[in-house]
């Protein structure tokens, strides 16, 4: 029993991959799917960005925590401002939406390389890296979509 709480998600995951779909979905949710994969094995953002700031910007733990402030902010911004904007008004496809939100993370994670102060260059450049944090709605509104 304890074992179906594993097993179950991953089945239906992939169950849900092998439905029909319209306009030929198929490779692009498969593709999202193993782009969700290699993110979720990169999850440890948390110790590689202050490793990155102690380094570049010699921040202390006080400081680090206006990032992840900034982080909380730019993932409550994104899930409830920018994307309903885009669904609802521009009328974008849950595939073009993704692909919006890679382009503009992608931009803002170049900003934060680039960043030449800790304030305001990289907490603004990494405030639009959160943009992100919408995959997860915008990637299973797609996933669950198929043929009726």
Request: glycine share 6%; charged share 15%.
């Amino acid at each position: 029993m304890r074992v179906n709480y594993f097993s179950r998600p991953i089945n239906e995951r992939v169950i849900n991959a092998r439905r029909p779909r319209s306009h030929r979905m198929r490779p692009i949710i498969i593709t999202v799917f193993c782009v969700m994969v290699c993110y979720y094995a990169g999850l440890n953002d948390y110790a590689l960005n202050f490793g990155y700031l102690k380094f570049k910007f010699d921040v202390g733990p006080e400081q680090y925590s206006r990032t992840n402030v900034a982080n909380e902010l730019g993932s409550i911004f994104t899930l409830f401002v920018v994307v309903p904007i885009m669904i609802r008004y521009f009328k974008l496809h849950e595939t073009a939406v993704l692909a919006i939100i890679s382009a503009v993370a992608a931009a803002a994670y170049a900003g934060c390389a680039f960043a030449s102060d800790f304030w305001p260059g990289y907490i603004i450049a990494y405030f639009f890296t959160n943009i992100r944090g919408a995959h997860y709605s915008s990637g299973r509104a797609l996933a669950t979509k198929g043929k009726a």
